[in-house]
């Protein structure tokens, strides 16, 4: 149980465009989901907070034009990378809690030419 | 008060040796305490977590132990085998009042064959 999924898995586009990557808790409903890059050899750093329904909440220095989220369903949150540029390359990761635990997505390689 | 202080920050152990890796906290508001491995180009996944109730929590090989008035935890993994080389991060949060899980910067782990 407690499954995440992640997708795309990686994803390679060009700068300026925008890139939407999906996370979805497979077999619980999460009551929080949140959102984290990770730079090589780096720990994890939040970057927003999310409930179903509501806006999300951005750490400092996070720009919410930049990062849209999008928490549709208990089971389901976006992240778009609008306009990207090459400094936005990075590791992706979504997590999701429960009552029991959080739990993180397998990753989204992002490579901005 | 926020942070998670992890070390070492690397180790090298020889196969079927002790793995230690030890976490402090500063909050005491926070009740639940997990561990994550991450392999490379993975997302993290959820190896054992602990509440403060309990000053030890035993899954197979992954030991945490618990020093509720040290504010100190540690992950003990037994017979350490080449397929645990990876990095681990302990973190720190709380089930209500909206905490975020703060991690620790994290440590590599490699097994020698």
């Known amino acids: 149980g407690a499954v995440v999924s992640q997708h795309p898995s990686w994803v390679i586009c060009k700068s300026g465009t925008s890139v939407k990557i999906e996370c979805r808790s497979l077999?619980?409903?999460?009551?929080?989901m949140f959102w984290y890059r990770q730079f090589p050899k780096k720990s994890l750093m939040l970057m927003a907070t999310?409930?179903?329904?509501?806006?999300?909440?951005?750490e400092q220095g996070v720009e919410k034009d930049k990062f849209l989220i999008n928490h549709a369903s208990l089971t389901l949150s976006t992240l778009t990378v609008t306009s990207a540029h090459p400094e936005d390359s990075s590791f992706y990761i979504c997590?999701?809690?429960?009552?029991?635990?959080?739990?993180f997505g397998p990753g989204t390689r992002l490579t901005v030419t | 008060q926020q942070q998670v202080k992890q070390s070492p920050q690397s180790l090298i152990v020889q196969k079927g040796g002790i793995s230690i890796i030890n976490c402090a906290y500063e909050?005491?508001?926070?009740?639940?305490f997990p561990w994550y491995q991450q392999f490379p180009g993975k997302g993290p996944a959820l190896l054992i977590a602990i509440r403060p109730d309990v000053s030890e929590k035993k899954e197979g090989r992954f030991t945490i132990s618990f020093n509720k008035s040290a504010k100190q935890f540690s992950l003990h993994i037994m017979d350490s085998q080449p397929g645990d080389s990876a990095t681990y991060f302990c973190a720190a949060s709380r089930d209500t009042g909206g905490f975020k899980t703060i991690f620790g910067a994290g440590t590599r782990l490699f097994v020698k064959a």
């Open positions: 997590s999701a809690r429960d009552r029991a635990g959080q739990y």
């Open positions: 999310s409930n179903e329904g509501s806006k999300a909440t951005y």
């Open positions: 909050n005491t508001a926070f009740d639940y």
């Open positions: 077999d619980f409903q999460a009551t929080t």
